[in-house]
């Protein structure tokens, strides 16, 4: 039996939830980043689990033959940075991410503790490249 991914759509208020961010200018940050990605994708934020803003979806089936949907961008506020949830390997995007500022990687996640830290528009190129790459992964 597949095993369906924990991380879901919830259907909850993104606004409401941003507006519970503690920190004044985390709150700014994530305000900025949810219009900011919501333009380039084209797509409305929806929240995932209980702290994850993602922007569209898409249904893939992995090399082990697991299928499930995922976000195509996800963003989430954590206690130490803001995280990107881009892509299955950022590796393969050395040159874009080189350009982009003080930032930190995961296998397929961005880390940045505030959007004053990074370029804005090296940040589109990569979530439109990265869009790209989740659209290929479509089941």
């Known amino acids: 039996m597949a095993q369906e991914n924990k991380t879901q759509p919830t259907g909850a208020d993104v606004g409401a939830f941003i507006a519970g961010i503690a920190d004044d200018g985390r709150r700014r940050d994530m305000e900025t980043l949810v219009a900011f990605v919501g333009q380039i994708l084209d797509e409305p934020p929806m929240l995932w689990g209980g702290s994850i803003i993602g922007f569209g979806s898409f249904s893939y089936r992995g090399k082990s033959g697991r299928t499930g949907t995922w976000m195509e961008v996800g963003i989430a506020s954590r206690k130490a940075a803001i ?57």
């Open 83 to 139: 995280v990107f949830y881009l892509s299955f390997d950022l590796s393969k995007y050395q040159t874009i991410l080189s350009r982009l500022g003080r930032h930190a990687t995961g296998v397929g996640c961005l880390y940045v503790k505030r959007l004053a830290d990074i370029d804005l528009a090296v940040l589109r190129e990569l979530v439109e490249a990265t869009q790209k790459e989740t659209r290929s992964f479509a089941a």
